[in-house]
């Protein structure tokens, strides 16, 4: 099994930028990609980014593109979220997720589904004030 920590969530003003991270535990050795999704009150969670297991692929949702920069550091199993330029709309509760080697993602489009991943972390508030 895998264990994801989220940390770095917070209050922060509009413009403003925060770094969120989310180590790994356990059975690391079998984390393939990792991602960052979100979901504000009301609403149902969406995927923010991902990162394959070589950082070579990082994709992102259209509404933080430009703004939100996804890194690992598969020594340290870890995962981070760069948030810049933070916006309203931003404010969420973030989740990392990860998905195990040997089942995906397989195809661009798989990076963005949350069923990709197997394991979640509990979540870091973020919220983004005026």
């Known amino acids: 099994q895998v264990q994801l920590v989220e940390s770095g969530g917070g209050l922060v003003q509009a413009g403003g930028s925060l770094r969120l991270s989310c180590g790994a535990s356990?059975?690391?050795?079998?984390?393939?990609?990792m991602g960052w999704f979100r979901q504000a009150p009301g609403k149902e969670r969406e995927f923010v980014a991902s990162?394959?297991?070589?950082?070579?692929?990082?994709p992102y949702a259209d509404s933080v593109k430009g703004r939100f920069t996804i890194s690992r550091d598969n020594a340290k199993n870890t995962v981070y979220l760069q948030m810049n330029s933070l916006k309203l709309e931003d404010t969420a509760v973030y989740y990392c997720?990860?998905?195990?080697?040997?089942?995906?993602?397989?195809?661009?489009?798989?990076?963005?589904?949350?069923?990709?991943?197997?394991?979640w972390g509990q979540g870091t508030q973020v919220t983004v004030s005026s």
């Open positions: 997720a990860a998905s195990r080697l040997g089942l995906g993602p397989y195809s661009s489009s798989d990076y963005y589904s949350p069923n990709q991943y197997n394991y």
């Open positions: 356990g059975l690391t050795f079998s984390i393939n990609a």
């Open positions: 990162i394959s297991r070589s950082g070579g692929n990082t």
